[in-house]
């Protein structure tokens, strides 16, 4: 074809040796990561360790060994040496080695990259040649250029749709493993419980929102930082060859001069972009409250109560918001004029300097030729001399103006590239401080050892926990509380040393010196008057709170007592399982729901069948309910669709099912009837269940054997007795009643409020035994009440036996 008639010439595209060397090593790059990059992800590993996404769930030692770079400090979400190292330690998350997939992914995006900025001067180069070529009417070179044009559209597009690809699978692959890495920790269970006592507000945003951010921001930033900074690199590089030592040194102040007047008006986007984000997070869980307590606030009627305080929320997220707009005013207006007018002003100025100079050289090299030459010789090589020199005039200019244009370009992208940068520093303080906080949280101590099947307190403090990032000697704030708006950052923040107390200083004390120790059989009853703390001894015993002690409190070297726990079974049989008082349903199936926290492959797994659910729904009273709600496959919003009671019963036939050793029951019967709910004790009892039962209903106590009565006189002082009416029962021994408590069937154990354990054998001062008498009392008013029906139903007869008579 008459295009090609002259052969495709790299040398024109690029001029250089040095410069057509990396473009064949880029192709050969490309070439060898497209076939890697291009093999679907699979799950190499089928340890039941590792995702679908094939990455490796992690354990507990490997966050041991993170937490020392994830220091707690007090930094503000801005740039500067402490935003690298928070930004090194995500990182290290998200890309733990160069031998993973995100490593390939990056280099492939990288090598993408470099191949646009070599395509783009290639492109202005030819831009160059077509129009001179144009110019000096070389209709041959003409087609050749656009022949090459298109040859180079190939790669071009090619190389544009790779890098928004990977650009994109890059951030996805950030976010798992980021969202991965925080769902090992946050929700592992074992054994600090984060998910229950990280002090963070609105630990959804963060976890949702701010890490689909941040990783979206953290993939998009290397291509905006890398990209223009090759560019200017390149395009300076090649434009310094045409424009020489002064076109390159004035170059070089415009960008000083442009980087100056930028940085002057930038605000803090930062700063800006967190606490955005804190904002979101706070109008984001208000309307979550809204969808979770719908019924409740219907109820209420509290709609509009609520609409005025979401519309508050949105209202000051909206404000912000408007408010940065406001801010970016200013800023762009100063932004558009210096990349847009100043550096084009700038390039017409360095544009003109090749084409002045080489005016005034050809100039003097025309004097010279003219002397002793024909005239009309002279002309005709004069015509063609101009020609060439307009013709490769106008390819410099071409190509000089199509290089500036993208440098302008470049310099523009650097700048946006600046704000997104200080958007990720914002959020990269976020994510920072869930992770530090998650991984300084003070531990909690361990349980005591025991024999495995005994329930210990011994002279346990109950007390409220403190804030558990405030001691006495580090009055620092809470990572929780929004970043000071005011404070610059510190270039190496002071580690906030994790509190040393367990319970924190501003604990206050519900229960003193609790001693007692339950065996199997040794059915206990919690009881005490409202917000005496009983649910809080339910969290000690549950390993929900610490066992606080006196002695630690004070700071002794004393850290013993506290709390043995009875451990699971190899067989799974747990130690302690815990129904609270508020009912839970997990999303799921209607079996879900019974086997809690178990999975429905656990359940498969564990050859039992659906036949035995059956028979411990009906222990619950629950029978009909499979039928009812269309098999054990049926998904449905089960707080909503199941009464009060139901939810209750339920709950007890999940703990059937799961058959601890002890079974903590914080009120969790108290919208069942007496007899039902009776009846489910014994059944759980006759399972082999020891029952720890927080209730105020007195009708419960004849299915325990003792009693805990917390007085709740304000010192914090309890009672522990046997319940001498459930002897006969219980049936109890006087082997089990060897229980290390020594507590003769007369006797109670108590505490004054001072601490000081007491025996008090006179049954008059016995609380416990002030409770069943106040039992008794109320049994004898309501028989007495009974009693006055008979006269009542004598009356009903008189009035009766008058109307017949009428
Ligand atoms: N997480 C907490 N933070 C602060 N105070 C708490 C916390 N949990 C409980 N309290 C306080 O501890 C006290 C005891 O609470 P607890 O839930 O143990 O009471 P309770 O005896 O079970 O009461 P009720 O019979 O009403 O359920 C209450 O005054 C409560 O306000």
Not at 259 to 265: D, H, N, P, Q, T
Not at 530 to 535: A, L
């Amino acid at each position: 074809m008459a295009i090609f008639s002259k052969p495709l010439n790299l040398n024109e595209l690029f001029p250089h040796k040095s410069s057509r060397r990396p473009l064949l090593v880029l192709l050969a790059t490309v070439l060898i990561l497209r076939s890697r990059l291009f093999k679907p992800f699979t799950n190499k590993s089928s340890s039941s360790t590792s995702n679908a996404l094939g990455l490796p769930t992690h354990s507990q030692s490997e966050f041991g060994v993170d937490a020392v770079h994830f220091p707690l400090v007090n930094a503000s979400p801005g740039l500067g040496l402490p935003f690298v190292h928070q930004l090194r330690s995500l990182l290290r998350i998200v890309l733990p080695s160069l031998y993973t997939r995100e490593a390939l992914l990056l280099t492939a995006h990288s090598t993408f990259l470099v191949l646009r900025t070599v395509l783009s001067i290639a492109v202005a180069r030819l831009d160059g040649r077509i129009v001179r070529d144009l110019v000096s009417a070389d209709g041959k070179g003409f087609l050749t250029g656009l022949a090459l044009w298109f040859a180079l559209a190939v790669p071009s597009i090619y190389t544009n749709s790779m890098i928004r690809h990977l650009q994109s699978t890059l951030s996805l692959r950030f976010r798992t493993r980021l969202t991965r890495y925080i769902h090992d920790f946050y929700l592992s269970s074992a054994p600090h419980l984060r998910y229950y006592r990280v002090p963070l507000h609105g630990i959804d945003q963060y976890i949702t929102a701010d890490v689909d951010a941040w990783a979206e921001s953290v993939a998009g930033i290397y291509g905006n930082l890398m990209k223009p900074s090759l560019d200017l690199l390149l395009f300076t590089s090649q434009l310094a060859r045409s424009l020489g030592f002064r076109g390159t040194v004035l170059l070089f102040i415009n960008y000083y001069i442009t980087a100056k007047i930028l940085r002057a008006v930038t605000p803090a986007f930062g700063r800006l972009a967190a606490v955005e984000a804190r904002l979101e997070g706070e109008y984001r869980a208000g309307v979550g409250r809204v969808g979770r307590e719908s019924e409740e606030i219907a109820f209420y009627d509290g709609g509009a109560r609520e609409r005025d305080i979401l519309t508050r929320a949105y209202l000051r997220l909206i404000k912000h918001v408007n408010s940065i707009y406001k801010i970016r005013i200013a800023y762009e207006w100063t932004e558009d004029f210096v990349i847009k007018y100043l550096w084009s002003a700038a390039g017409y100025g360095l544009i003109a300097v090749p084409l002045l100079i080489t005016r005034k050289r050809s100039r003097g090299a025309d004097a010279v030729d003219g002397e002793g030459k024909g005239k009309e010789k002279r002309a005709r090589k004069q015509k063609s001399d101009t020609d060439g020199i307009v013709a490769a005039r106008t390819e410099t200019y071409i190509s000089n103006r199509r290089l500036l244009l993208s440098l302008a370009d470049a310099g523009g992208r650097l700048m946006y590239a600046y704000k997104d940068l200080q958007e990720v520093a914002g959020l990269t303080g976020r994510l920072y401080t869930l992770l530090s906080t998650l991984h300084n949280l003070p531990p909690l101590p361990p349980a005591l050892p025991g024999d495995g099947d005994t329930f210990a307190l011994k002279n346990v403090d109950i007390c409220v926990p403190g804030d558990p990032f405030t001691s006495p000697d580090s009055p620092s704030p809470t990572p929780s509380r929004p970043p000071a708006t005011t404070s610059k950052l510190k270039a190496h923040a002071e580690p906030i040393p994790p509190s040393e107390t367990l319970s924190g200083p501003d604990t206050t004390t519900l229960v003193r010196a609790l001693t007692l120790t339950l065996r199997p059989g040794m059915h206990l009853m919690i009881t005490g008057s409202n917000g005496v703390g009983k649910t809080a001894i339910a969290r000690v015993l549950a390993g929900l709170w610490a066992p606080g002690s006196r002695s630690m409190l004070r700071g002794s070297t004393h850290t013993g007592g506290a709390l043995t726990r009875p451990t699971d079974d190899v067989d799974g049989r747990p130690g302690v399982f815990v129904i609270p008082q508020r009912p839970y349903h997990p999303t799921g199936s209607l079996l879900s729901q019974v086997i809690y926290p178990h999975s429905v492959s656990e359940f498969t797994a564990s050859f039992a069948a659906l036949s035995e659910l059956e028979s411990l729904l009906d222990a619950a009273h629950l029978g009909y309910l499979v039928d009812r709600e269309g098999g054990w496959d049926a998904v449905k919003e089960w707080r909503d669709v199941l009464s009060g009671g139901e939810k209750q019963r339920l709950a007890m036939a999940r703990l059937f099912y799961h058959r601890p050793k002890f079974a903590i029951l914080d009120e969790c019967t108290s919208a069942v009837s007496s007899d039902v709910e009776g009846q489910m004790y014994e059944y759980a009892k006759s399972l082999g269940i020891t029952l720890v039962t927080i209730s105020l209903r007195p009708s419960l106590t004849k299915y325990h054997t003792h009693i805990l009565t917390l007085t709740g006189d304000g010192t914090g002082s309890w009672t522990f007795s046997r319940i001498a009416t459930s002897r006969a029962h219980e049936g109890l021994t006087e082997g089990r009643d060897e229980s290390g408590l020594a507590t003769p069937p007369s006797e109670s154990e108590s505490t004054a409020g001072d601490g000081e354990r007491e025996l008090v054998a006179a049954p008059t001062e016995d609380t416990g035994a002030k409770y069943l008498a106040r039992v008794l009392e109320e049994i004898r008013v309501l028989e007495a009440r009974l009693e006055e029906s008979h006269v009542w139903e004598k009356r009903v007869r008189e009035l009766g036996e008058e109307l017949k008579a009428k």
